[in-house]
């Protein structure tokens, strides 16, 4: 089945110390996006891949970094974890950025999410 | 004002009931509607997808949007234990993709 998957599902760190969270899809969609979600909260958008276009949200704080090597794989790095940063990170892919006259194009696919826990 | 409001309030239902969630919205331009299911612990999936107003029936969920009131809601008849999720509305413009969600709404149907 053709999917998003994220690894790992749960991640323990200690403050300040440097994570990564990876992304894969067999989907063959061009955007792909990183999402933070916080209890009861909802989903808030960190960033996109268009491609290789790099799309940064504006309040999006520098501590969140993303690389994207191929059409299959994103990265999400947290270079000094803080407290407020233990949230649920969503991965998500579309075909498109926009409809473009082709429906569902826009729809968003996630995967299982990736639980951040710092202490 | 927030652009989408959705009361995260959790609702409790017998099985069998009809669950009723809304969200409304304050952009004008928001073209597409959508409802994700999000399982404890697991990414949202896509419920229900529209585009503009009207309604969209897909077995026991309803979803109805009326862009002149900014509102939009999503039915679930014969709700059954494996519904109890939360239930996020999202929505987005023509121009781009970035999802305006809500909060999401608990919700659990009892046995």
């Known amino acids: 089945d053709a999917m998003v998957i994220q690894n790992p599902r749960y991640q323990v760190t200690q403050f300040g110390k440097p994570v990564t969270l990876s992304c894969s899809q067999t989907?063959?969609?061009?955007?792909m996006y990183w999402y933070q979600q916080k209890s009861s909260q909802a989903p808030k958008l960190l960033f996109h891949y268009y491609d290789k276009d790099f799309n940064n949200e504006a309040d999006t704080p520098d501590n969140f970094q993303s690389r994207r090597p191929n059409t299959s794989f994103c990265f999400l790095d947290i270079r000094s974890p803080g407290l407020g940063d233990a949230a649920m990170y969503l991965c998500?892919?579309?075909?498109?950025?926009?409809?473009?006259?082709?429906?569902?194009?826009?729809?968003?696919?996630f995967g299982a999410g990736s639980r951040l826990t710092v202490l | 004002q927030k652009e989408v409001e959705q009361d995260p309030g959790p609702l409790s239902v017998p099985e069998g009931a009809i669950v009723s969630l809304n969200c409304t919205y304050s952009n004008s331009a928001f073209q597409y509607f959508m409802w994700y299911r999000q399982y404890s612990r697991k990414g949202p999936e896509l419920l229900m997808y529209t585009y503009s107003s009207g309604n969209k029936e897909d077995g026991r969920f309803t979803a109805q949007v009326d862009k002149s009131s900014k509102y939009i809601s999503l039915f679930i008849r014969d709700s059954q234990p494996s519904d109890s999720a939360t239930y996020l509305c999202a929505m987005s413009g023509r121009g781009n993709n970035r999802l305006a969600f809500g909060k999401g709404n608990q919700v659990v149907v009892i046995p």
């Open positions: 998500a892919t579309s075909r498109d950025f926009v409809d473009r006259g082709a429906p569902g194009a826009n729809v968003l696919t």
């Open positions: 989907l063959n969609h061009n955007v």
